[in-house]
């Protein structure tokens, strides 16, 4: 079955740094997105992002955090200066055309120290 | 406003019994889905529901989209200890933006 990868598994960063966390969603699939999600709370909406733009985000999604397609296969999430409050685990999910049926990658657990 | 309750928040049943949680909203929605979660990994979609009044089943499961469309329900019938583990509901309003609810934690005795 078709997965969404997302690498890496586990991240520990210095509050004030940059991190880049990765995904690689499905082949045909057009329509990617990042969720978050706080241990133990419900996952949140960050972005959707479709046709190379961003098509809809949160209030969450400020001017630290940014998407990109860099190439035909990968899908980054950056966070220019980490807080200790961005710790979470960040999903990345896709979708093609046929429903609203996310597929989610398994995560990367942010840790801001 | 977009927010979902869902509800139980948690539950403790013996394997084999039938188990039933719903979602609510203030909110109509266009899209009901429901989403399972192990620990460590991410939501697993269980079951899509596209319109009022529809009634899908995956196995064991069943799932319903409420006529007002302002709520949903999932069933398991004859759990079993693997289906321990965090459902939640999802609902989708318009564009692509995904509204959780809070999940329901599942726990089974075997």
């Known amino acids: 079955e078709p997965e969404v990868t997302q690498t890496p598994s586990h991240q520990v960063t210095q509050m004030g740094q940059e991190v880049i966390l990765r995904c690689v969603p499905i082949?045909?699939?057009?329509?990617f997105y990042w969720y978050r999600q706080i241990l133990g709370q419900k996952v949140e909406f960050l972005v959707s992002f479709y046709n190379n733009e961003i098509s809809e985000k949160s209030e969450i999604f400020d001017d630290q955090f940014s998407v990109e397609r860099p190439d035909g296969s990968n899908f980054t999430l950056k966070i220019r200066s980490t807080k200790l409050e961005d710790s979470a685990m960040y999903f990345c999910?896709?979708?093609?055309?046929?429903?609203?049926?996310?597929?989610f990658g398994s995560g990367t657990r942010l840790t801001v120290v | 406003g977009q927010q979902l309750n869902q509800s139980p928040q948690s539950m403790f049943i013996q394997e084999g019994e039938d188990v039933s949680m719903n979602c609510t909203s203030s909110s109509i929605f266009n899209t009901w889905l429901w989403y399972k979660q192990d620990p460590g990994e991410g939501p697993v979609l269980l079951i899509a529901l596209y319109k009022a009044g529809e009634l899908t089943s995956n196995g064991r499961l069943t799932a319903q989209f409420g006529i007002t469309r302002k709520d949903s329900f999932l069933n398991i019938s004859a759990s079993i200890p693997s289906d321990v583990g965090i459902y939640f509901c999802?609902?989708?309003?318009?564009?692509?933006?995904?509204?959780f609810g809070a999940g329901t934690i599942l726990r089974v005795k075997s």
């Open positions: 999910a896709s979708r093609g055309t046929g429903g609203y049926g996310y597929t």
């Open positions: 999802a609902g989708r309003r318009y564009g692509n933006k995904l509204v």
């Open positions: 082949s045909n699939h057009l329509y």
